[in-house]
């Protein structure tokens, strides 16, 4: 049985990041965290860890081959690591190519590298859900650059896994999709936005998977394929919790902002999204 590789994790700080970071423990895989500040977690483990800023290219270049010196093991570059503010993002493009798409060239062409990427590298237009297969039409220069670093990433044998709307207990109450609803009186959700939501600790879980069975060169859908507007995810959450927000629903007018970014999955998470709302 071929040993497990050791993984670096990029935005292990995040609201994924802590996610994958209990996955890799439960599962005993080695690993270090690599960002701008050290991880914790809430049992206390010491998570190895690595110093790096994703916008500096010659530190990131630098770490690149630190990395490509250590594969007298086998090692996967796990990168969740990324600039994901919309409204952040087209404040400085500059700084979002170098954190975005710069840092994934870089890793990809050293290391084996899985990265992760989003839903909204589509745009709305076509026929949705979209499988791997369908072209590519971002709105947003967020989505923009995660389609750079997709075809920078892919083209050195790398692979990436598309990830959707993330819901789940954060750290800050403010991260998941859902954690806004559990002391508000009410809530405003758009009815027309259609996206296909999974569970954070099932994205962890698929990312995981994914680097223990890496395949260079490939493309991944991580949803449960169930497609559901942001109003009918909030108001299946709250069917789920003893929560009493009021919901309202209103209609997006943004032209800027895909209407259905659903994806078609190629993974399977082992559980429904009505069963993932229990364990919010």
Request: glycine share 8%.
């Amino acid at each position: 049985m071929r040993a497990s590789p050791v993984i670096f994790l990029t935005g292990a700080s995040g609201y994924l990041g802590r996610y994958v970071i209990r996955e890799l423990q439960a599962r005993g895989v080695p690993f270090t965290a690599v960002g701008r500040s050290r991880p914790t977690q809430e049992n206390h483990l010491r998570v190895p860890f690595l110093p790096l800023d994703l916008s500096e290219p010659e530190a990131v270049a630098a770490m690149a081959e630190v990395l490509r010196a250590r594969l007298d093991r086998h090692a996967v570059v796990l990168h969740a690591g990324a600039l994901s503010s919309l409204a952040d993002c087209e404040k400085d493009p500059d700084h979002t190519r170098r954190v975005n798409v710069e840092s994934s060239a870089l890793f990809a062409d050293a290391v084996p590298t899985l990265l992760v990427s989003t839903d909204l590298v589509f745009g709305g237009s076509g026929a949705p859900p979209y499988s791997i297969e369908d072209a590519t039409a971002p709105m947003s220069l967020y989505g923009e650059s995660k389609v750079e670093a997709e075809q920078s990433v892919l083209s050195q044998r790398g692979a990436v896994a598309r990830i959707p709307l993330l819901f789940g207990p954060s750290a800050d109450g403010r991260r998941g999709a859902t954690d806004h609803l559990r002391n508000a009186e009410e809530a405003h959700l758009f009815s027309n936005e259609f996206r296909t939501p999974l569970h954070v600790e099932d994205a962890a879980r698929g990312l995981v998977e994914l680097c223990l069975d890496f395949e260079g060169g490939s493309k991944h859908h991580l949803t449960y394929g169930e497609r559901v507007s942001r109003l009918g995810l909030g108001e299946r959450f709250l069917e789920a919790s003893d929560c009493s927000t009021e919901l309202l629903g209103v209609e997006c007018q943004d032209a800027d902002r895909p209407r259905d970014v659903s994806l078609v999955p190629t993974w399977s998470p082992g559980r429904s999204l009505d069963e993932s709302l229990q364990s919010c």
